[in-house]
């Protein structure tokens, strides 16, 4: 079976920038559950995995446009230390988790910290940067009814929901 929109997809993956790594599944154990079509991944990755089929490896060298897209000027902002998950291990150049106030989170790059507010770059952190994923497709399945109802893979043995 091909990978395309409405398909189910198990990989494994590396993600390299600049010539470093940045995060691999290898460093989980387990693979990658995405259902493909839904948003659930970066536009150009959803493009390279498009007709492949288990067993395939590729490299997929993306950029910024299609990955977290071009870095913006002035996109700083300053946020209470509440809206923060462990504010106090905040350091400059961290990555960190911001709680929004209309739900979900984001993550942003912390600039300064003060006594109680933290400045921070709303630019993802990938923002501007072209990425070099190496991808094994394991699986190629069709989606369930309920994952496409949900917008996400579920994967095996994950009934949380
Ligand atoms: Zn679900």
């Not at 409405?6 to 470093?20: A, F, M, N, P, R």
């Not at 940045?22 to 990658?32: N, Q």
């Not at 493009?47 to 288990?54: S, T």
């Amino acid at each position: 079976m091909k990978a395309g929109k409405d398909k189910v997809v198990s990989l494994h993956y590396t993600l390299s920038v600049d010539g470093e790594k940045v995060e691999s599944s290898h460093d989980h154990g387990e693979p990658l559950w995405v259902l493909l079509g839904h948003g659930q991944l970066i536009p150009g990755l959803e493009k390279a995995l498009e007709g492949r089929e288990a067993g395939e490896s590729l490299q997929a060298r993306i950029a910024p446009a299609d990955g977290y897209g071009e870095r913006q000027e002035g996109l700083t902002q300053r946020v209470p230390k509440k809206y923060f998950q462990q504010a106090a291990k905040l350091k400059p150049g961290m990555t960190a988790v911001l709680a929004l106030k209309q739900g979900g989170h984001r993550a942003v790059v912390v600039q300064k910290v003060g006594m109680t507010t933290v400045d921070v770059d709303l630019n993802h952190p990938m923002a501007g940067k072209t990425l070099n994923f190496d991808v094994t497709v394991n699986e190629v399945r069709e989606a369930s009814e309920e994952e496409l109802q949900h917008g996400h893979a579920h994967p095996p043995g994950d009934a949380a929901h």
